[in-house]
């Protein structure tokens, strides 16, 4: 019974960051972002300094784990908690 609750739970945390990443990809294709190009994000790593990229990393990597960091830590919880072998 134990087992099954971790992975429905799991199921449900995966099924929540993929909505998550599904949402934030329609907002941003409805404000006319579109997609990322790989060249362009590279000519602006090639062209700061990373005292210029540190503050805005940051702010990127902050609002990462604000969207998947609960989903994130009740997966990787219920999947540790499926990998123990209970005696």
């Known amino acids: 019974m134990r087992k099954l ?3 429905i739970f799991m199921i449900i945390s995966l099924v929540t960051m993929i909505l998550f990443t ?4 329609s907002l941003f294709m409805s404000l ?18 990373f005292e210029e990229l ?5 702010v990127i990597a902050w609002g990462l784990f604000q969207l ?3 989903p994130l830590a009740v997966f990787l919880i219920c999947l540790n908690g499926l990998s123990i072998k209970r005696s």
Do not use: H
């Open 5 to 7: 609750i971790m992975f």
């Open 32 to 49: 006319g972002f579109g997609a990322f190009e790989w060249q362009d994000i590279l000519d602006i790593l090639q062209n700061y300094t």
């Open 54 to 58: 540190a503050p805005v990393l940051g």
């Open 68 to 70: 998947y960091g609960l």
């Open 22 to 25: 599904i949402s934030v990809n």
